[in-house]
């Protein structure tokens, strides 16, 4: 299992080390159970493998009981000084879910201030890392955005025994947390250890984070976005949806159990973008799930869904290639993607099948509309061959998650 997740992490392995030994804070940000804690070890055992001593490296989860003592941050750092001290050298410092240690900020900044250790972060709680880091750590680091699985990394730890597009199927109905490969992966064992990351992620990074009181309104909430991947979604339509419940919730309340969730990394908001006017749009924006496998945790599998599945899986594709991405707008026309990095850029529909002329020219017309020569993407799940129309790449969604 080790060398599985060293082969599919090899990216990210690489990602941070470039910054090894440099003057910045290292942190690594995700939902819970995407592999954080496995990509850290990964970093450590790769110094080590370099030539440094594995007396300089201090590995502490703090998740851990063993390890409760360092949630106070003043024995974290005379703990950590005391090593200092007995090696006279600089220290590597790994700190799994950092977000156990209410005020860590001291310490690490003094950590980096003071020139006694190269520091590695890890944390499943957006509002205590992201969006705070800059003041927190004066500008000083340097954030990893982690993922469970793409469909790549998927096939490493299953590798296919029939066709390609039979594990592909599979992987829909799994989702990618590394963590279900050390099952027999049973339906049954698969539903239960999904339900089991699910109920961790909302009540430790969220209901306990931020002492949610209404906690059964909170997962109705959670149930509505995620029946609702790939629809624009405002937190008005949300309000009439629960009034039309009979259960009052109040467009305040809605706003703070979205930014919850999205702090918990539970899921992606992705805004608009005015392809016309160049500037985004401040409401109405889509959402996108960490892992699909969080949606099969509340509702199961749908087939009829397949369509929003192939939205979320090209999201967390393109998130995992380092894009930036938004929904793109052309007057009226909606373009599923539009991802940037850098100097580059591409436009991606994702549509299940091409079936008749109508569904075609849904897909195709807002590319058409657009005048620049960046790549432009239908893709899908037709079994015609790959071809290109119009300028327009007509792809494989299987062949694009595996390029």
Do not use: C
């Not at 680091?141 to 066709?163: A, D, K, M, N, T």
């Not at 580059?344 to 008749?356: I, S």
């Amino acid at each position: 299992m080790n060398d599985k997740i060293s082969l599919v992490r090899d990216a990210y392995e690489a990602w941070v080390l470039t910054f090894a030994d440099k003057p910045v804070i290292k942190v690594l940000t995700g939902i819970r159970r995407s592999g954080k804690s496995s990509l850290l070890r990964l970093v450590a055992d790769r110094l080590v493998r370099r030539g440094v001593d594995p007396q300089r490296l201090v590995f502490l989860n703090m998740e851990s009981l063993s390890n409760a003592v360092y949630t106070d941050y003043r024995r974290l750092h005379s703990f950590v000084m005391e090593r200092y001290r007995a090696l006279g050298v600089p220290l590597y410092l790994f700190l799994d879910e950092v977000q156990e240690i209410p005020s860590w900020e001291k310490a690490i900044n003094s950590f980096l201030s003071d020139g006694v250790a190269d520091v590695y972060l890890t944390g499943s709680n957006s509002d205590l890392l992201s969006g705070e880091l800059a003041s927190r750590l004066s500008g000083r680091y340097v954030e990893f955005s982690i993922f469970p699985l793409v469909f790549s990394e998927y096939l490493v730890f299953r590798p296919p025994v029939g066709p390609t597009s039979e594990a592909f199927g599979e992987f829909l109905q799994t989702g990618g947390f590394p963590g279900l490969h050390r099952l027999d992966f049973s339906a049954d064992s698969i539903r239960q250890y999904l339900s089991a990351v699910l109920d961790s992620v909302v009540l430790k990074d969220v209901v306990m984070r931020h002492q949610v009181r209404d906690v059964h309104l909170l997962q109705k909430l959670l149930a509505y976005v995620a029946d609702n991947i790939g629809s624009i979604i405002s937190a008005r339509s949300i309000a009439d949806f629960f009034k039309n419940e009979r259960r009052n919730l109040g467009i305040e309340t809605v706003y703070n159990y979205l930014a919850f969730l999205q702090s918990a990394f539970v899921f992606y908001k992705v805004p608009r973008y005015d392809l016309q006017g160049k500037r985004l749009l401040e409401t109405f924006e889509k959402y996108y799930l960490a892992d699909l496998g969080l949606r099969h945790a509340l509702f199961g599998y749908r087939d009829n869904d397949i369509g929003r599945y192939l939205e979320n899986v090209v999201y967390l594709e393109l998130r995992k290639r380092g894009y930036q991405v938004w929904v793109g707008r052309w007057g009226d026309l909606e373009i599923d993607f539009v991802a940037t990095k850098g100097e580059e850029r591409l436009y991606v529909q994702v549509a299940y099948l091409l079936a008749d002329d109508a569904i075609r020219e849904r897909e195709f017309r807002p590319l058409r509309q657009l005048t620049d020569n960046y790549p432009k993407y239908v893709l899908t799940l037709d079994p015609a061959p790959d071809g290109v129309v119009d300028g327009i790449f007509r792809q494989s969604v299987v062949k694009f998650l595996l390029e």
